[in-house]
């Protein structure tokens, strides 16, 4: 079975600062998506970012982007110019296309803190 | 826009009752999963439903059941509610063979049980 981990519970950064959550994951499959999903104090999870595993380029979503490292299995999340908004708990999620129905698999979580 | 509305966003019940999570979404998914979230560990899949009527168990099924009657409405039900079931329910849709798409989540109801 797939398995997601989120080794950092927690992170800070600064305002406009660039900050790094990383991610890795476990499987054999070759083919898999992958999620970042942010869940703020209004506990909605919104989706930032995804990536295709078959495609090389790393995804970019305005102020986020990842860096996407297949053989490492890892996927880390950056975002520049960090805002208080960023807050939040972000994680981080696998998807196989073989598996029913495409469940998500999701890491624990990473608590992002933003100061001024 | 997406819309997923779950019933409640904060619940408390006693051990021993039978409780209901409602959740609703309006955009005519077919995919619709339960989720608990708790400190440390993450969200864990309880159950999801492909299809009015169908469902299948997640990673943490026991001590729930669900009801998928209609294709816009997903029941978590709690048989006999126990204090160890205290936590965050996260619902969330996704249509139907859209592999790359996003699931799309609820505001979560956090449920206590005393």
């Known amino acids: 079975a797939q398995t997601v981990t989120q080794s950092q519970p927690e992170m800070s950064v600064q305002e406009a600062e660039t900050v790094t959550l990383s991610c890795t994951y476990d499987t054999s499959e070759s083919d898999y998506y992958l999620f970042w999903y942010k869940q703020p104090p209004s506990r909605q999870m919104i989706l930032v970012i995804r990536?295709?595993?078959?495609?090389?380029q790393n995804a970019t979503e305005n102020r986020f982007s990842v860096n996407f490292q297949k053989a490492a299995k890892s996927f880390s999340l950056k975002i520049s110019d960090s805002q208080l908004g960023d807050a939040a708990m972000y994680f981080c999620a696998y998807r196989s296309p073989n598996t029913g129905f495409q469940k998500l698999v999701f890491g624990t979580g990473t608590r992002l803190l933003v100061s001024p | 826009d997406v819309k997923v509305t779950q019933s409640s966003r904060y619940l408390v019940k006693r051990t021993g009752e039978k409780v209901f999570l409602e959740c609703v979404q309006d955009m005519d998914h077919e995919n619709m999963f339960w989720y608990r979230q708790d400190p440390g560990l993450g969200l864990r899949l309880i159950y999801f439903?492909?299809?009015?009527?169908?469902?299948e168990k997640g990673d943490i099924p026991e001590g729930y059941s669900v009801s998928r009657e209609k294709k816009e409405r997903f029941s978590l039900i709690l048989e006999s509610a126990s204090t160890n079931q205290t936590s965050m329910y996260l619902c969330?849709?996704?249509?139907?063979?859209?592999?790359?798409?996003?699931?799309?989540f609820g505001d979560g109801t956090r449920l206590s049980i005393l």
């Open positions: 990536q295709e595993a078959y495609k090389q």
């Open positions: 969330a849709s996704r249509a139907q063979g859209s592999f790359n798409q996003p699931q799309h």
């Open positions: 439903s492909y299809d009015v009527k169908m469902k």
